[in-house]
């Protein structure tokens, strides 16, 4: 029983557009997410986060929105960069612990 | 500041054996978690570590996986014995306190059993 899902495993964008990542969730208690990237043979490194009482969140060239509603997070990247290439893994924060998603893999082509 | 530091990076066993990964987290980090992340999927949480007391091993395999953080810095997770479907990335991962802390992971421990 996912409780966190990533439906695109992966995604390809052309370096300087905008990359959108998506995450839906299926608990309207979740009420802390975040955002974490991981490259290769490295571990996971936090990017960005939101609370459940915003519905954006920005950091440089990353923003995440929150939809409550609809139970849906997404990550923005713009502009997209070659480095940003790596898989991101949404996660909520729920009981003082991370319950991840399965990832999407972003390939930022130059 | 050094990072989660966790050794062997490799690890290759037959079914059966047994191996155990060692993880020192960040320097005054209370909170330490040991994850276990399949191929394809996201790291799922086997065991949390508040200081040297169990948090939460509700998702731990208790009859083949066991985990210890003796003195409250370093930690060991041991399976015994393996199983195929054991294959997979262990992490560990650090944070001050619980909660809406950031977790610091570390680079993983990658083990396959055949």
């Known amino acids: 029983d996912q409780q966190v899902k990533q439906n695109s495993p992966s995604l390809s964008v052309q370096e300087g557009r905008i990359s959108i990542l998506n995450c839906d969730y299926t608990n309207s208690m979740f009420d802390y997410f975040l955002w974490y990237k991981k490259y290769p043979a490295e571990g996971p490194t936090f990017l960005i986060s939101?609370?459940?009482?915003?519905d954006k969140n920005e950091d440089g060239r990353f923003t995440v929105f929150l939809n409550k509603s609809a139970k849906h997070l997404s990550l923005h990247i713009v502009p997209s960069q070659p480095g940003d290439s790596a898989v991101y893994f949404c996660?909520?924060?729920?009981?003082?612990?991370?319950?991840f998603g399965a990832g999407t893999i972003l390939r930022v082509k130059s | 500041e050094a990072g989660v530091a966790q050794s062997p990076r490799y690890k290759i066993i037959e079914k059966r054996q047994s191996v155990a990964f060692w993880c020192n987290p960040i320097s005054g980090h209370a909170t330490l978690y040991w994850y276990q992340q399949i191929l394809g999927q996201g790291p799922k949480l086997l065991i949390q570590f508040q200081n040297n007391g169990v948090v939460d091993d509700s998702q731990l395999p208790k009859d083949r996986f066991s985990a210890e953080r003796l003195k409250g810095v370093d930690s060991t997770l041991k399976i015994q014995p393996a199983k195929l479907e054991d294959s997979a990335v262990y992490l560990c991962a650090s944070s001050l306190l619980a909660g809406q802390e950031t977790q610091y992971f570390g680079p993983g421990t990658r083990l396959l059993v055949l």
């Open positions: 996660a909520v924060e729920y009981g003082n612990k991370l319950v």
């Open positions: 939101i609370s459940s009482i915003k």
